[in-house]
């Protein structure tokens, strides 16, 4: 084997067992060591040399992205998801006939669609979705970030949060769990809107607590602004914290009577 790429797989191999203990501050350290071993084998993106040990060198830097991804899920680091996974995706797009795809790609993929969902980077969203072949659509973990959106475009938020329940993939509860905080934001910021108050039952059902302690919890840690007496839940003072927005209408009205005019002298 050659010397540089036995040097990786063996410092790779102390990544693995430092990732299976949960040591991520080592899994850290090991992974800027790696990268930096990568640059020098050139088989790997941007050039796409087909040296002889191009196949073992793309297998074992594209092995490494996706623990680094995954990783980064651990670590709760979203940057760092980020700039792995657009290091890895090369190795998904470009490598196809160079080497076997990977059993991880899917899964990885729909992380990352889940990731952009709990951002509110729709239009995002559907340009990944859209670069994927229309049989990725069958794979329960593109599926479920598609079914996802879905609801949570339709305002469905009772499936959002019961997704929880079936993810596809045990690395999916960490973007799951975000996404259930922003969807009840969501419900939290149309409740104030719609409502003065709310009855502590009601508002447990409407955002989907179990308990009234997680209820009050949320409301400490969210929404100092609400008042919880006489057991309800009332928004008057975040509606009063909240900046008037009144419409311009007669400066609306001026501006639509001079593109009238303007229009009119044109013909």
């Not at 899964?107 to 980077?121: D, E, F, S, Y």
């Not at 997704?163 to 769990?177: K, L, N």
């Not at 409301?219 to 914290?241: L, M, R, Y």
């Amino acid at each position: 084997m050659d010397p540089q790429l036995r040097e990786v797989t063996q410092l790779f191999e102390r990544f693995k067992a430092a990732f299976l203990r949960s040591d991520f501050d080592t899994c850290t350290n090991l992974l800027s060591q790696l990268k930096v071993l990568l640059t020098k084998f050139p088989s790997l993106p941007p050039s796409f040399q087909r040296t002889p040990n191009a196949v073992e060198e793309l297998t074992v830097a594209r092995d490494i992205y996706e623990h680094a991804v995954v990783l980064s899920v651990k670590t709760e680091d979203q940057d760092a998801f980020e700039r792995d996974f657009f290091q890895l995706k090369p190795y998904y797009t470009d490598t196809c006939g160079i080497i076997p795809p990977s059993p991880q790609e899917y899964p990885i993929l729909g992380l990352n669609l889940l990731r952009l969902l709990v951002q509110n980077r729709i239009a995002e969203f559907h340009t990944e979705l859209e670069l994927l072949p229309s049989s990725a659509l069958e794979n329960p973990c593109i599926k479920h970030a598609v079914e996802l959106e879905q609801s949570f475009m339709e305002g469905a938020y009772n499936r959002v949060l019961s997704a929880r329940q079936t993810v596809p993939h045990e690395t999916y509860v960490y973007f799951m769990d975000l996404l259930a905080k922003t969807v009840r934001d969501e419900i939290a910021g149309c409740s104030e809107k719609a409502y003065d108050y709310l009855t502590i039952n009601d508002a447990k059902k409407m955002l989907m607590f179990s308990s009234e302690q997680e209820l009050f919890q949320y409301i400490t840690e969210e929404h100092p602004d609400w008042e919880t007496k006489n057991g309800c839940v009332f928004f008057q003072k975040a509606k009063e914290s909240q900046p008037s927005k009144e419409i311009p209408s007669l400066q609306l009205i001026n501006q639509t009577l001079s593109y009238a005019r303007e229009l009119e002298r044109i013909v």
